[in-house]
């Protein structure tokens, strides 16, 4: 027993070669009226969504993110952390803003950011478009802060590209239900080392099937190369996310 | 112009209420897949799912997330962040596992448990369930950790009570588009006063009218609310979320 819904939802692939056409103004309204609709935590909507279609951010957006494909997207939304909205009513209000500033309340806006970006991205791909979800905004928040006019308590997450997708990669191979969904009790067991061999060697098959890419992989060179990243690397994150007033306590 | 998908994302009502009916292991399943099926960042797969069957632990969650509802619920979800399974297969491999620890990868776990949530949650709202994504598992994370046997590098982020819905709430008006949606720079400009007194009116007709519950409420008011909550409510977060190993770079 399936549904179109689950047929699309098992079906997502990441695009990011897009045919060189915009998104109209009533898919953006869409999109973000997708995202709005999503749950959020306590139902205090602690995000915002920036639709950036000047091409001189994009390019720097595309820079920071190391990204170039992005350009070619129909559109492009950066999702923002937004605890200011709600400073704004408790100025208002006299309130003692003191939980705003707290680790709770930055996890809260991180899944309200998280979860409507995936809104996003389901309601694209049932309007025939496509795209992928950008961590990559994180490689140099302070000047995605400052390109996009972010006051305190707001912190830019993710970034969505979306457009007509100009291609269909094959879908990728995902960790075996035994490694990755328990019952009552976390147990990645014994099983783990058999299991990700077995996924290692899809994952291999995958690569070598794919029309666009030619590289061997596996799973576990993937996580290990990774993990070869400098220790450098978004090292100040967390200090960034501080100097916003987020996760003080 | 408009579509299943989207017209399914756009009615999205949390639901508490449960008719006395458990989902099958097919229907849990589906939805497993269909989170599975969610973008991950860098796929590399940085969360798992704990499904809570045993009526024992299901009491325990039901008495830290003060929801005893969920007791009726047709399944229970744990979404839990992961980087434990990359430092086995770090360990495996003779790679520095310090990436794992960074606040980076902790924002990763967070995004891929919040996107694979939503898609779990529009999976099951289009097989004709419905649910309530639950935050409150974060009231006692060091007993969620007990009870779920979770190793370090892991966390419980999220819950998800899903089952077959008994009644059907009014949909909740969203924060107005201007107060939300920005073009190229944040910009909560001197509309947002008259905005939100208007939408603060679309609030307390939602409640008047909703035929549960009665009591007069505002978005101000219930943001106000909020910030009245004690300094002391999870103020150990950050130092759990720490003595699991995240967020310590």
Redo the contacts between chains.
């Keep these: ?6 047929e ?5 692939r ?1 695009i990011r070669h897009f045919e060189n056409k915009s998104l109209s103004s ?1 898919q953006v ?2 999109l ?3 995202a ?4 959020t ?5 602690q995000y ?7 091409p001189e ?1 994009l390019k720097q957006i595309a820079k920071i993110t190391g990204h170039g494909w992005m350009l070619n997207a129909g559109h492009y939304f950066v999702m ?1 952390a937004d605890q ?3 400073l ?3 100025q ?2 006299d ?6 500033h ?3 309340k930055f ?2 806006s ?2 309200d ?3 409507a ?3 996003i ?3 694209a ?3 025939g478009l496509g795209g ?2 950008m ?1 990559s905004v ?1 490689n140099d928040p302070r000047k995605m802060i400052e390109l ?4 305190e308590l ?1 912190f830019p ?2 970034g969505i590209a979306l457009g007509y997708p100009k291609d269909k990669p094959e ?2 191979p ?2 075996p ?1 035994s ?10 067991g014994g099983n ?2 058999p299991e ?1 061999l077995q996924y290692d060697q899809l994952v291999s098959e995958y690569y070598k099937e794919r029309s666009t890419n030619d590289r061997t992989e596996t ?2 060179h ?3 190369s ?4 400098g ?1 450098d ?3 100040d ?2 200090a960034i ?1 501080r100097e916003q007033g987020l ?1 003080l ?1």
């Excluded at 027993?1 to 689950?6: E, G, P, Q, Y």
């Excluded at 709005?36 to 749950?39: G, Y």
């Excluded at 309130?95 to 705003?100: G, M, N, P, S």
């Excluded at 996009?148 to 006051?151: E, V």
């Design positions: 027993m399936t549904n179109s819904i689950l699309q939802l098992t079906h997502h990441s009533e309204a869409q973000v009226d997708a709005q609709h999503a749950s935590s306590t139902f205090s909507q915002s969504i920036i639709s950036v279609t000047d951010t923002i200011y909205r709600n704004k009513i408790a208002q209000n309130a003692d803003a003191y939980i705003l707290t680790t709770d996890l809260a991180t899944f950011v998280a979860i970006t995936e809104n991205m389901v309601a791909e049932s309007m992928t979800i961590g994180l996009l006019d972010l006051p707001t997450l993710l879908l990728k995902r960790l239900k490694a990755f969904h328990f019952s009552n009790h976390y147990n990645l783990f080392q990700l799973f576990t993937h996580i290990v990774e993990l070869s990243r220790h690397v978004r090292s994150l967390f996310i996760m306590h």
